[in-house]
Each structure stands twice: as structure tokens, then as C-alpha cells.
Nanobody, 121 residues
Framework: QVQLVESGGGLVQAGGSLRLSCAAS?????MGWFRQAAGSEREFVAG????????YYADSVKGRFTISRDNDKNTVYLQMNGLKPEDTAVYYC?????????????????WGQGTQVTVSS
């Protein structure tokens, strides 16, 4: 059984930073962060392999967000810098079915409960 618990969301002004954490247990696999804004589809944000050696980002966050993991702590992080109002969404971490990176939500079978990120202008 895979369990995922996100934390670290909140309200921040444009240009500010937040770090999201995802406590993950139960599977050695690639992990991803997704987000869903009100009235929008869930979209891929970033992914990381089990080893942490490879990462992949959506174009909209490239250069601003950094995904990392600490397998000793069973935790995946999403450092978000230069936040914009359009980054406002509920952020979810997810465990991939396989060990390779993928931006497709259908390839992830366990999801956290989500954490709200709100960026004010």
C-alpha cells in the first residue's frame, strides 16, 4: 500500500517562494507533482526518478521550480520560486506505476490528498 501526504502549501505574494513536501511510503518508483486550478484539468508539473538522477519539468515551471527527493526520509520536495498568480492551484504528489519518468496522469496510480497554493498579485 502506497501512502502519500503533502504539506507546505499556503498563501504567498507573487515573486515569493514555497516548498512542498510529500511523505511517501510503500513503493520505490518515480514520483511526480501535478496541479489542478479551479475549472481546469489536472496538469503535470514535475517528475523525478527513484534515484533522483533524472528530472523532468513542464515548460510553464522550468527554471522556477525544482523537484528533489530524499529517499532516506521517504520524502519528495517541490521548491517553487518566482511564483506567479497563474501557479495558484491544488498541488498533488503522485507515485508512478513504473520507475521511468512520465508526464501522463494515467501512469500514476497513487495520489496524495493535495495541498492548496495561492499566489496573490
Amino acid at each position: 500500500q502506497v501512502q502519500l501526504v503533502e504539506s507546505g502549501g499556503g498563501l504567498v505574494q507573487a515573486g515569493g517562494s514555497l516548498r512542498l513536501s510529500c511523505a511517501a511510503s510503500g513503493r520505490k518508483t518515480a514520483m511526480g507533482w501535478f496541479r489542478q486550478a479551479a475549472g481546469s484539468e489536472r496538469e503535470f508539473v514535475a517528475g523525478i526518478t527513484w534515484s533522483g538522477g533524472r528530472t523532468y519539468y513542464a515548460d510553464s515551471v522550468k527554471g522556477r521550480f525544482t523537484i528533489s527527493r530524499d529517499n532516506d526520509k521517504n520524502t519528495v520536495y517541490l521548491q517553487m520560486n518566482g511564483l506567479k498568480p497563474e501557479d495558484t492551484a491544488v498541488y498533488y504528489c503522485a507515485a508512478a506505476k513504473n520507475t521511468y519518468l512520465t508526464p501522463f496522469a494515467t501512469q500514476y496510480d497513487y495520489w496524495g490528498q493535495g495541498t492548496q497554493v495561492t499566489v496573490s498579485s
